[in-house]
């Protein structure tokens, strides 16, 4: 069992940066492939980034790409997102989760994901 707590979220101004955290628990990140949801109100949940257990291949959702980077340090257990030119559209609470299985793509899909944590609020202000 892998628990995960996801920090760094809250309010920023149009333009402006976070960097999200996913704290992991339990068990070594290393052998997950992790990933990045987020979920505004009324909508699914929809993938933003993803990253391989070796962290060879990374995937972001067509909206993110070029603003956000996903990064591990299986060292410190953590997973982290940094999210650059922030939209109000980005506004959401966003998930870490895991991935089981040791594949060589990154895992876009939310019905693959083993384990979650329970989100961080992400508010951009217009």
């Known amino acids: 069992q892998v628990r995960l707590d996801e920090s760094g979220g809250g309010l920023v101004q149009a333009g402006g940066s976070l960097r999200l955290s996913c704290a992991a628990s339990?068990?070594?990140?290393?052998?997950?492939?992790m990933g990045w949801f987020r979920q505004a109100p009324g909508k699914e949940r929809e993938f933003v980034a993803a990253?391989?257990?070796?962290?060879?291949?990374?995937a972001y959702a067509d909206s993110v790409k070029g603003r956000f980077t996903i990064s591990r340090d299986n060292a410190k257990n953590t997973v982290y997102l940094q999210m650059v030119s922030l939209k109000p559209e980005d506004t959401a609470v966003y998930y870490c989760?895991?991935?089981?299985?040791?594949?060589?793509?990154?895992?876009?899909?939310?019905?693959?994901?083993?384990?979650w944590g329970q989100g961080t609020q992400v508010t951009v202000s217009s």
């Open positions: 989760a895991a991935d089981r299985k040791l594949g060589r793509i990154a895992t876009t899909s939310v019905n693959e994901y083993d384990y």
């Open positions: 339990g068990r070594p990140i290393s052998n997950y492939g």
């Open positions: 990253i391989t257990w070796t962290g060879g291949n990374t």
